[in-house]
């Protein structure tokens, strides 16, 4: 990434259709620069996990465009090839609930993304 940092423009999420349909993000736009701390704040259900989970390309957005540095990665659909290396890469990610696998210790647990990485 270089000195650009994050970059959101009119970001949507849409959950069902119809009637029962949910908008839980509209039209968000977004820059945060390098070293910048953002925090976010609101309601339950006011799109905070929503923003996360699309920033960290674990859901689809409906619409909008999204940038990491120089590289857009989301314009009206994902522009990387490959989502699960552009997570190990680029996005640090720490879920709500933790998802350690159970069967080996924390610190095999932290270093498994570098086994993938080689």
């Given amino acids: 990434?270089?000195?650009?940092?994050?970059?959101?423009?009119?970001?949507?999420?849409?959950?069902?259709?119809?009637?029962?349909?949910?908008?839980?993000?509209?039209?968000?736009?977004?820059?945060?620069a390098p070293g910048e701390v953002v925090g976010l704040i609101g309601p339950s259900g006011s799109g905070k996990s929503t923003l996360i989970k699309c920033l960290g390309a674990v859901v689809d957005p409906t619409a909008g465009r999204m940038w990491l540095g120089d590289d857009e990665i989301y314009n009206q659909g994902w522009k990387v090839r490959d989502l699960s290396v552009l997570r190990r890469d680029k996005i640090g990610f720490v879920f709500?609930?933790?998802?350690?696998?159970?069967?080996?210790?924390?610190?095999?647990?932290?270093?498994?993304?570098l086994r993938y990485s080689e």
Avoid: C
């Fill in 96 to 113: 709500q609930k933790y998802n350690l696998l159970p069967r080996i210790d924390a610190i095999e647990n932290v270093a498994l993304p």
């Fill in 1 to 32: 990434m270089s000195g650009k940092g994050i970059r959101i423009k009119g970001l949507k999420k849409r959950y069902g259709k119809g009637d029962t349909a949910v908008d839980a993000l509209r039209n968000v736009d977004m820059d945060v």
